[in-house]
C-alpha cells in the first residue's frame, strides 16, 4: 500500500462519465483539496481505458452507464491490465444490480453519485491508499438482495480456500457477515491487530485486492450463504 501523504504526491483523479456538467462539478469538488488532482476526464468507457492506460492515475471515478463502453466493461479492462490503477464506480442508485457486477470487475468500491462531497473525498484518498469503500454490510446487503445474480462459472472455485488455516477461515466468514475488525477481535478473543494480520493472510493467499473482493469469494465459494 502506497502512503501517499507521506509522499507528499497528490492523489491522481480520472473522472469519467458522460455528462460534462457532471464532471465539471466532480472537477470543481476535487480541485479544492490539496491533496487531489483532476489529471484529465472521459466521456465513455473507451476513453476511460484509453486514459487510464496511458496516464495511470491512482483512481478512476467511474460512471456506470456511458456510450461505447459501460462502466462495469471499462473497469474490468482497467482492471485486466494490472497497472496500479484502482477504480470507485459511481452509481445512481444506492441499491443497483450494477454494483454486484461492478465489484465482480475488480471495481475498489462504489458510491451513490449523490453523496456528500466529504464522503466523495474521503473514498477516494481511501481507495487510493489500497482499501476498499463499501462497508462489509452494505456489501452484505447487496449480495442478499441480488443472490440471484451472484453464480459465475469463471468465480474462484471453493477449493482455493483450503490455502487458509481453520482460523482464517473463520476470520473470512465473520469479515463476510459483515464484522469490523474490532468486533471479529472481540467475537474471537483475540487483539485486533491480529485480526488484521488475518484478513492480510486471507487477502494474500486467495489473491484479492482488498475485503470487498474477500466478501464476493466467500459468497460465490459457498462459504457463506445469503439469508433467505
Given at each position: 500500500m502506497?502512503?501517499?501523504?507521506?509522499?507528499?504526491?497528490?492523489?491522481?483523479?480520472?473522472?469519467?462519465?458522460?455528462?460534462?456538467?457532471?464532471?465539471?462539478?466532480?472537477?470543481?469538488?476535487l480541485?479544492?483539496?490539496h491533496?487531489?488532482d483532476?489529471?484529465?476526464?472521459?466521456?465513455?468507457?473507451?476513453e476511460?481505458?484509453?486514459?487510464?492506460?496511458?496516464?495511470?492515475p491512482?483512481?478512476v471515478?467511474?460512471?456506470?452507464?456511458?456510450?461505447?463502453?459501460d462502466?462495469?466493461?471499462?473497469?474490468r479492462?482497467?482492471?485486466?491490465?494490472?497497472?496500479?490503477?484502482?477504480?470507485?464506480?459511481?452509481?445512481?442508485?444506492?441499491?443497483?444490480?450494477?454494483?454486484?457486477?461492478?465489484?465482480?470487475?475488480?471495481?475498489?468500491?462504489?458510491?451513490?453519485?449523490?453523496?456528500?462531497a466529504?464522503?466523495?473525498?474521503?473514498?477516494?484518498?481511501?481507495?487510493a491508499g489500497?482499501?476498499?469503500?463499501?462497508?462489509?454490510r452494505?456489501?452484505?446487503?447487496?449480495?442478499?438482495?441480488?443472490a440471484?445474480?451472484?453464480?459465475?462459472?469463471?468465480?474462484?472455485?471453493?477449493?482455493?480456500?483450503?490455502?487458509?488455516?481453520?482460523?482464517?477461515r473463520?476470520?473470512?466468514?465473520q469479515v463476510?457477515?459483515?464484522?469490523?475488525?474490532?468486533?471479529?477481535?472481540?467475537?474471537?478473543?483475540?487483539s485486533?491487530?491480529t485480526?488484521?494480520t488475518?484478513v492480510?493472510?486471507?487477502?494474500?493467499?486467495?489473491?484479492?485486492?482488498?475485503?470487498?473482493?474477500?466478501v464476493?469469494?466467500?459468497?460465490?465459494?459457498?462459504?457463506?450463504?445469503?439469508?433467505?
Open positions: 502506497i502512503d501517499r501523504a507521506a509522499s507528499g504526491r497528490p492523489v491522481r483523479v480520472l473522472l469519467a462519465d458522460d455528462q460534462p456538467l457532471l464532471r465539471t462539478g466532480f472537477r470543481m469538488v480541485g479544492a483539496e491533496d487531489l483532476v489529471v484529465a476526464e472521459a466521456g465513455d468507457g473507451v476511460a481505458v484509453e486514459l487510464s492506460r496511458r496516464l495511470l491512482d483512481v471515478l467511474m460512471d456506470v452507464r456511458m456510450p461505447r463502453m462502466g462495469i466493461a471499462a473497469t479492462a482497467i482492471v485486466d491490465t494490472r497497472l496500479p490503477v484502482r477504480v470507485l464506480v459511481l452509481t445512481t442508485f444506492d441499491l443497483d444490480e450494477y454494483v454486484v457486477g461492478a465489484v465482480r470487475a475488480g471495481a475498489s468500491g462504489f458510491l451513490s453519485k449523490d453523496v456528500p466529504e464522503e466523495l473525498i474521503a473514498a477516494i484518498r481511501t481507495v489500497g482499501d476498499a469503500v463499501v462497508g462489509p452494505i456489501l452484505r446487503r447487496l449480495l442478499e438482495r441480488f440471484d445474480l451472484l453464480p459465475d462459472p469463471t468465480a474462484t472455485p471453493s477449493s482455493a480456500l483450503s490455502a487458509l488455516t481453520e482460523r482464517e473463520e476470520v473470512l466468514v463476510a457477515r459483515g464484522l469490523s475488525n474490532a468486533e471479529i477481535a472481540a467475537a474471537l478473543s483475540v485486533e491487530t485480526i488484521k488475518h492480510g493472510h486471507v487477502l494474500t493467499k486467495l489473491g484479492l485486492r482488498d475485503r470487498v473482493q474477500a464476493v469469494l466467500a459468497y460465490e465459494s459457498g462459504l457463506v450463504r445469503p439469508r433467505a
